[in-house]
């Protein structure tokens, strides 16, 4: 488990969890297993990324930090109801946890692959790997509760 003091950092190439003191964060360190480069710039991002059909898998399922992904249409109200909740888990889960949003209107084909028939749902990932879905507009207590068990 890992301190406020260090990140938890998941491997590009051999997807081994690495441990980034902070101090460390915005260096180049490399994995402990496979010394492939660790780019640890990202830990430092503390706000949603925005996500398409394009990008999605280089930023969820690539991503070297578990993920949760906003499904939401601009029309959606309870959709809007949540953003600020997403906005302060991205800043006080930075480094730990990687929030993005994808708009299912514009990007249909991702939305399409996880089922995204109700909105909004949240997906949560790790390693790659679906490991949840949220689906409504829960309170705040309920998301944490369940990006916890991925958050270290």
Request: aromatic content about 6%.
């Given at each position: 488990?890992?301190?406020?003091?260090?990140?938890?950092?998941?491997?590009?190439?051999?997807?081994?969890?690495?441990?980034?003191?902070?101090?460390?964060?915005?260096?180049?360190?490399?994995?402990?297993?496979?010394?492939?480069?660790?780019?640890?710039?990202?830990l430092r991002n503390n706000q949603?990324?925005?996500?398409?059909?394009?990008?999605?898998?280089?930023?969820?399922?690539?991503?070297?930090?578990?993920?949760?992904?906003?499904?939401?249409?601009?029309?959606?109200?309870?959709?809007?109801?949540?953003?600020?909740?997403?906005?302060?888990?991205?800043?006080?889960?930075?480094?730990r946890l990687r929030v993005g949003?994808?708009?299912?209107?514009?990007?249909?084909?991702?939305?399409?692959?996880?089922?995204?028939?109700?909105?909004?749902?949240?997906?949560?990932?790790d390693a790659g790997y679906l490991?949840?879905?949220?689906?409504?507009?829960?309170?705040?207590?309920?998301?944490?509760?369940?990006?916890?068990?991925?958050?270290?």
């Amino acid at each position: 488990m890992a301190s406020a003091l260090t990140f938890m950092y998941r491997c590009a190439s051999c997807r081994t969890r690495n441990r980034i003191p902070a101090a460390h964060v915005g260096k180049t360190g490399k994995c402990g297993k496979c010394g492939a480069p660790l780019a640890t710039q990202e830990l430092r991002n503390n706000q949603p990324v925005i996500l398409s059909d394009s990008n999605f898998s280089n930023l969820i399922l690539k991503s070297p930090i578990p993920a949760i992904v906003d499904c939401w249409a601009p029309w959606c109200s309870a959709c809007k109801m949540i953003t600020p909740i997403l906005l302060e888990l991205a800043s006080e889960y930075a480094g730990r946890l990687r929030v993005g949003k994808l708009n299912v209107d514009a990007n249909p084909i991702t939305a399409s692959r996880y089922d995204t028939l109700s909105i909004p749902t949240l997906l949560i990932f790790d390693a790659g790997y679906l490991k949840d879905t949220l689906v409504g507009a829960l309170p705040r207590h309920e998301i944490v509760k369940k990006i916890l068990p991925y958050v270290v």
